[in-house]
Nanobody, 116 residues
Framework: QVQLVESGGGLVQAGGSLRLSCAAS????????MAWYHQAPGKQRELVAR???????KYADSVKGRFTISRDNAKNTVYLQMNNLKPEDTAVYYC??????????WGQGTQVTVSS
């Protein structure tokens, strides 16, 4: 089993910054992709950013140029640096980890609220 612990959410004014962290622990020999999703009230969960074990990164168009995803493989941790936050970024942010061969794990979610 793999456990994911998220931290770093909170309330910030528009234009501000937050940094999310997600640490994976448990029976981990390797991790494929690590990602962040968000889900706003009444909406589907959507991909924000993903980083593969090889360092290939994908961002949602809405966050390009503002958010940066990174990972520390030695710590099994993924980060999301969020700059120039906008009210429309308000959502619950979930960490997502893919472990070979096919296991997928989700964090408990952390609330990000951006006030205008």
């Amino acid at each position: 089993q793999v456990q994911l612990v998220e931290s770093g959410g909170g309330l910030v004014q528009a234009g501000g910054s937050l940094r999310l962290s997600c640490a994976a622990s448990g029976s981990i020999f390797s991790i494929n992709s690590m990602a962040w999703y968000h889900q706003a009230p009444g909406k589907q969960r959507e991909l924000v950013a993903r980083i593969t074990s090889g360092g290939i990164i994908k961002y949602a168009d809405s966050v390009k140029g503002r958010f940066t995803i990174s990972r520390d493989n030695a710590k099994n941790t993924v980060y999301l640096q969020m700059n120039n936050l906008k009210p429309e970024d308000t959502a619950v942010y979930y960490c997502n980890v893919n472990v070979p061969p096919t296991a997928v794990y989700w964090g408990q979610g952390t609330q990000v609220t951006v006030s205008s």
